[in-house]
């Protein structure tokens, strides 16, 4: 799913003055995972699943 959000997101991340070359959407949806559940993807209980698929789905629809 965060390829997939990646992959949509792609080109849509507005300019930031520490990326100069463009920001890598995929580290963006990656990290915001992380800071969200204070875990690694692959460390969040299965039990947050839905919540983690909701949220990635908000970045989506939300790129900042």
């Known amino acids: 799913m ?3 959000a990646g992959d949509y997101l792609q080109d ?6 520490n990326h100069p ?13 992380k800071e969200k559940f204070g875990n690694s993807y692959k460390d969040i209980p299965d039990d947050k699943f839905q919540e983690v698929v909701d949220y990635i789905e908000h970045l989506k629809s939300n790129p900042s």
């Open 2 to 4: 965060i390829q997939e």
């Open 12 to 17: 849509q991340l507005p300019d930031h003055p």
């Open 21 to 33: 070359k463009g920001r890598n959407s995929y580290a963006h949806v990656a990290l915001c995972v």
